[in-house]
């Protein structure tokens, strides 16, 4: 069975510019959540998605946004970048909403922004 | 608010060694806690994940137990191998009506090295 499959794996983008991050779960998977991790931290939650809906909000501003789509693949997108968020986004998928389960994490994206 | 802590930050042992990584929440009100594996630029690679009901789960040389009233959870690592230096990361999630929602909240990890 495949897991979570994150796109792109690496991008470099200039401060101001806008990226899209894509996330594929698990199959049969109906929740994903997003994560921020800077270098020497631990991943930072920034969004959750439950059956389409959004479940959670995490401490980011609101040139971060998020969606899902009906296959429960997800998007998170960034406005306005800003060299601060340079990181490794996370994806992690989960059957439910991570009660019984837990979380399958994705391979990441490294954004490098310049 | 859910503080996870883990101590040491950094751990560096010879092969073959017993040892154990601490994980300490200050909010008791879990209804899970999950163990990661994490090599350098790499994603999060779940190891063990206990349920609030549990005391501990095991999974090969790996042992983590849950003391959820005193906040503390401990993963043990038996006869430890070059091939398990990675860093390690706890993390909590609430129970439903805690204000938490499903995210996990992360400790900072620590960072393992195995000497061959």
């Known amino acids: 069975d495949a897991g979570v499959t994150q796109s792109p794996t690496h991008l470099i983008k200039t401060r101001g510019q806008h990226v899209t991050l894509r996330c594929s779960p698990i199959?049969?998977?109906?929740?994903v959540s997003w994560y921020q991790q800077v270098l020497g931290q631990g991943p930072q939650f920034i969004f959750q998605?439950?059956?389409?809906?959004?479940?959670g909000r995490g401490n980011f501003p609101d040139r971060f946004s998020a969606r899902q789509f009906p296959n429960y693949s997800s998007e998170l997108n960034v406005n306005a970048l800003l060299l601060g968020d340079s990181a490794l986004y996370l994806c992690?998928?989960?059957?439910?909403?991570?009660?019984?389960?837990?979380?399958?994490f994705g391979s990441g994206t490294r954004l490098t922004v310049v | 608010k859910q503080e996870v802590t883990q101590i040491p930050a950094a751990l560096s042992v010879p092969e073959g060694e017993n040892l154990v990584l601490n994980c300490s929440f200050t909010?008791?009100?879990?209804?899970?806690l999950q163990w990661f594996r994490q090599d350098p630029g790499k994603g999060l690679t779940s190891l063990l994940l206990?349920?609030?009901?549990?005391r501990e789960q095991t999974s090969g040389r790996l042992n983590a137990s849950l003391d959820k009233s005193s906040g503390r959870s401990t993963l043990y690592i038996a006869a430890s191998q070059p091939g398990d230096s990675a860093t390690y990361l706890c993390?909590?999630?609430?129970?439903?009506?805690?204000?938490?929602?499903?995210?996990?909240?992360f400790g900072q990890g620590t960072t393992l090295q195995v000497k061959p």
């Open positions: 909010d008791s009100a879990i209804y899970n």
């Open positions: 206990i349920q609030s009901s549990q």
């Open positions: 993390a909590v999630r609430g129970n439903y009506g805690s204000g938490n929602t499903g995210k996990l909240i």
């Open positions: 199959s049969g998977h109906k929740s």
């Open positions: 998605y439950y059956e389409k809906e959004e479940r």
């Open positions: 992690a998928s989960s059957r439910t909403d991570g009660a019984g389960y837990g979380y399958t």
